[in-house]
Structure formats: structure tokens, C-alpha cells
């Protein structure tokens, strides 16, 4: 009886999925904690403090509930697309007998993967920056407070411009065009979360279709939401772990965990072309062959093992969560890894770059004008 009331598949799909997303959400709503909270040493930063103690917190409060607005609408509007596109699929599915996201799944899971991978790539890279953007931000809050003059319409009209720059001052790769940076950055803290569940939300709900048809109806619910549920649980955890930590050592456990999952969605996205590509040599059978020989290409195959395929929905066990996190695949090809190691060469090189521009280095006894001056 325990068996056809609860489905192991579909608890790891959905656990699977939902942690996905968890991790970057919390990240987001960690980072906006962070942005807001007053550093121990604030009279070190300008004296203009004690005369705004009063307005501060108010002002604070009014920020983060912007800022979490557009992380909730992001996820909401994502949650809410892919459950009408999946159930749309679904329905055509099981009245049509047409599976049409099947038909192109791994081309799908790649573009998906792909996008997912950008957008974390540059988030991750430029929260490096929110260090000394946080003192910019809070000496230019300061002085706005300061004056004194400003009436309650006044500071509400304040809050919108102010939100602007200061995601803008996080996320923007050191330009100083202010009008480019504002208009491509102070909605990402809305789209990343919008992509991130759209993705995660869809993979789900059409995995959940795929095993379902094999198993009980009794066995989807209960297995669905204990998934769902401990996955917010531990997306939870996250979050309130992140946001007492100190400033820097978030950032810096934020961004390794990000480039950890933007490594392994790029690696993915890899395979799922490559994948894409085989099934549409050798016929869509080939993605229902199991683990064998037939079941993958062998061009560039580097190793294949036979256990620990996170694709197989009915006997992966821990490995979708290990591939979920990290990207992982039973196996290995020359593209694969070559995008795997250049992902993190990209990332290095990058970071290089960065610390070279502020000043803070030399290449190759070359000089940035920040360390000239």
C-alpha cells in the first residue's frame, strides 16, 4: 500500500527541482538583506549618520519590500507560465497523444540551460563588487537624508531612482554609462528569478508527466508536495544562514555556489545538444534505451558508466539532485568537459580582469589608470 501512495521518482523530480531554484532565491533575498543592513562601523563611513538616525530604518524598510517585490513577482510570473505551458503540453499529451515538448526536449533543456547559465554567470561575477558598492551606496543615502527638507511625498518619490542605482551599482560590469546599465540591470532583480522558476517549473511538470504515465495516480501527490516542501525547506535553511553572515564571506560562498551551478548548466546545455543532435540521427527511441549501448553517442566519448544516469526517471535515485546542484552526467565527452573547463577559465579570467581595472593588481607589470591614480 505504502508503494502506490507515494512515488520516489517524483519526490526526487520535484525535490530536484525545486532546490534548483531555492538556491538562487535565497541567494537573491539574502543579497538584499545584505544591501540594507547597517555596518557595525557606520560612523566610520560619514557623520551625516546621526542626524538621520531617526528616517534610516523607515527608509531601509521601504527598500528591501521593493527589492523582495521584485524577486516574489519574478517567481510568481515564472511559476505561473510554466505551469500553464506545462499543463498545456499535458493536456495535448494526453488528449492528442502528441508530446510536443518531447519531441524537442533536449533542445529545449539546452536553450533553457544556457540562459540560466548567463544570467548566473554575470550576477555571480559582479556581486563581487557589492562590497564597496554598499559603502558608496550608503554615503550617497546618507546625504540624501541629511537635507533635512524632504517631505514624506518627496521621499517616496526618492525611494524608485535610488532602488534603480543601487542594483545598478551591483549588478553593472563597471560602466559608466548610466543610462545603458540602468535600462539593462534594474530589472534583473525580477527576470533572474522569473528565468530560474520557468526553467525549474517546467522540467518538473513535464517530468512528473513522463513518470506518471508508468505509475499509480495515488502515488503523485503525497510524493509532489513532501518534494516541493523540503526543498523550500532547505532553500529556506539557505537563506536565513546567508543572511547573518558577514558581508564578504557571503559574497564570496554566494558566488562559488552560483559558478558551481552555472558550470554545471553549461556542461548540461552541452550535452543536451549533443543528445538532441543523436536522437535526431537515430530516431527518438534512443532516449528511452536506458543506460546501454544505443542509449548515447559515441563520437568524442571520453567515458560512460552505467549507473548514476540522472535522465533515468525511474531508477536515478540521488544522482538527479547531484546533477541538479552540480551539473553531473554518467557521461563524459570531448565538448563536455572542454566547455567545463572553459567555463572556469572564463570565470577566472574575468575575476583577473576585475581586480586588475580596480587597481588592485598588475598583468604582466601593466598598470590600470584606477592604480595609477
Not at 209 to 229: D, H, K, R
Not at 234 to 247: D, E, F, P, T
Not at 328 to 346: D, E, K, Q, R
Request: glycine content about 8%.
Amino acid at each position: 500500500m505504502a508503494k502506490s501512495l507515494f512515488s520516489v521518482p517524483i519526490f526526487l523530480i520535484c525535490f530536484r527541482e525545486v532546490l534548483e531554484a531555492a538556491i538562487i532565491l535565497s541567494v537573491l533575498l539574502a543579497l538584499v538583506e545584505q544591501i540594507v543592513k547597517r555596518d557595525s562601523d557606520r560612523d566610520a563611513l560619514d557623520p551625516v549618520h546621526t542626524s538621520s538616525e531617526g528616517t534610516q530604518p523607515e527608509y531601509d524598510n521601504k527598500l528591501v519590500k521593493r527589492m523582495r517585490l521584485q524577486i516574489f513577482s519574478g517567481t510568481f510570473v515564472g511559476l505561473f507560465i510554466s505551469v500553464c505551458i506545462g499543463a498545456t503540453f499535458l493536456a495535448i499529451y494526453y488528449t492528442q497523444l502528441n508530446d510536443i515538448y518531447g519531441n524537442s526536449e533536449e533542445l529545449w533543456e539546452g536553450i533553457f540551460s544556457i540562459v540560466a547559465c548567463c544570467m548566473i554567470f554575470i550576477m555571480g561575477i559582479t556581486m563581487m563588487r557589492m562590497d564597496r558598492a554598499k559603502v558608496k551606496w550608503r554615503l550617497q543615502l546618507s546625504k540624501a537624508f541629511d537635507q533635512g527638507c524632504l517631505s514624506n511625498s518627496d521621499q517616496d518619490k526618492l525611494i524608485k531612482p535610488r532602488k534603480i542605482d543601487l542594483i545598478k551599482s551591483i549588478f553593472a560590469l563597471g560602466t559608466e554609462n548610466e543610462d545603458s546599465s540602468t535600462r539593462s540591470s534594474k530589472y534583473l532583480l525580477f527576470f533572474l528569478p522569473t528565468a530560474t522558476v520557468l526553467r525549474e517549473g517546467l522540467e518538473a511538470v513535464v517530468f512528473i508527466g513522463g513518470v506518471s504515465l508508468g505509475q499509480p495516480a495515488s502515488s503523485i501527490p503525497i510524493a509532489a508536495v513532501t518534494g516541493i516542501g523540503l526543498g523550500m525547506i532547505i532553500g529556506y535553511v539557505i537563506y536565513s544562514s546567508s543572511a547573518r553572515l558577514n558581508l564578504s564571506i557571503f559574497l564570496i560562498v554566494s558566488t562559488i555556489a552560483l559558478m558551481y551551478i552555472g558550470a554545471g548548466l553549461i556542461t548540461k546545455a552541452t550535452w543536451y545538444f549533443i543528445m538532441h543532435r543523436y536522437i535526431q540521427a537515430v530516431g527518438g527511441d534512443a532516449a528511452e534505451a536506458g543506460d546501454g549501448p544505443g542509449s548515447f553517442p559515441v563520437d568524442g566519448l571520453l567515458w560512460h558508466l552505467d549507473y548514476g544516469n540522472p535522465e533515468n526517471k525511474l531508477a536515478a535515485g540521488g544522482w538527479t539532485i547531484f546533477s541538479g546542484v552540480l551539473g553531473w552526467n554518467n557521461t563524459g565527452t570531448i565538448a563536455t568537459v572542454l566547455i567545463y573547463i572553459a567555463f572556469w577559465l572564463l570565470v577566472s579570467i574575468t575575476l583577473v580582469y576585475m581586480k586588475w581595472k580596480e587597481g588592485r593588481c598588475t598583468i604582466f607589470n601593466f598598470s590600470s589608470q584606477a592604480r595609477k591614480r
